[in-house]
């Protein structure tokens, strides 16, 4: 069975500050991970995957991941933080098997500080 | 850039009545998902379907619940007698391909609100 935890519910920041959210993953199997974003009143946006190539994956809008199995992390981060980023962020994981569906993590909410 | 459509946005239902939620996946992909995300809650996988039948199902996908692909573009969620703890976020999603490395693609979601 996979799971995601996600540290912190709400994550502030200052404009041009970086950046982090935290994700922890549990997978029985290898795993494949994911960064969605969600804006106000809007679906869930894929910011970018790990699927076991490189273990530092850049994403949409500046973001980054980093795939630390030692960890079992994959924290998303941005050098410079902007307006525009505040949103809804989930971390989701899957099985490297098959067709199995995604397990998301409870998200956190960040919020830019002019 | 290809979007999958939900419809309505928002649907307000008494409690016991019937509700279909209909979404429009990606024209080229063959996996459909269905989630759910109760206010303040995590985002839950209810059901994904491939070949006009169910692949994998959740717990809470029980016996109210059923989907559909009725033509070659929609894909519905139908609760058959709704309950107040039906109330969520409800997302569709599709995907081109199975494999789990295969990013899916979500809509903006239904807002379901019962009373």
């Known amino acids: 069975a996979q799971s995601v935890t996600q540290l912190g519910s709400h994550v502030s920041v200052s404009e041009g500050a970086l950046v982090l959210l935290r994700c922890n993953y549990s997978?029985?199997?290898?795993?494949?991970l994911f960064w969605y974003v969600q804006y106000p009143n809007q679906g869930l946006q894929l910011l970018l995957k790990?699927?076991?190539?490189?273990?530092l994956v850049k994403g949409i809008n500046g973001f980054e991941a980093e795939f630390k199995k030692s960890e079992t992390s994959f924290h998303l981060t941005k050098p410079s933080a902007h307006m525009s980023d505040a949103a809804e962020y989930f971390c989701?994981?899957?099985?490297?098997?098959?067709?199995?569906?995604?397990?998301f993590g409870k998200g956190t909410r960040l919020s830019v500080i002019a | 850039e290809p979007e999958v459509t939900q419809t309505p946005s928002h649907q307000v239902t008494q409690m016991g009545q019937e509700v279909i939620l209909r979404c429009v996946p990606i024209?080229?992909?063959?996996?459909f998902y269905w989630y759910r995300q109760i206010l303040g809650q995590k985002v839950e996988f209810l059901v994904s379907?491939?070949?006009?039948?169910?692949?994998?199902k959740s717990e809470i996908f029980d016996d109210q619940f059923s989907v559909e692909r009725p033509d070659g573009s929609n894909f519905t969620l139908k609760i058959r007698s709704t309950k107040l703890e039906d109330s969520a976020m409800y997302f569709c999603?599709?995907?081109?391909?199975?494999?789990?490395?295969?990013?899916?693609?979500f809509g903006d979601g239904t807002r379901l609100s019962i009373l």
């Open positions: 999603a599709s995907s081109q391909q199975g494999n789990s490395n295969q990013p899916q693609h």
């Open positions: 997978s029985s199997v290898p795993p494949y």
């Open positions: 790990y699927t076991s190539a490189a273990t």
């Open positions: 989701a994981v899957r099985g490297a098997s098959g067709n199995t569906p995604l397990v």
């Open positions: 024209s080229n992909h063959l996996y």
């Open positions: 379907f491939y070949n006009n039948e169910i692949s994998e």
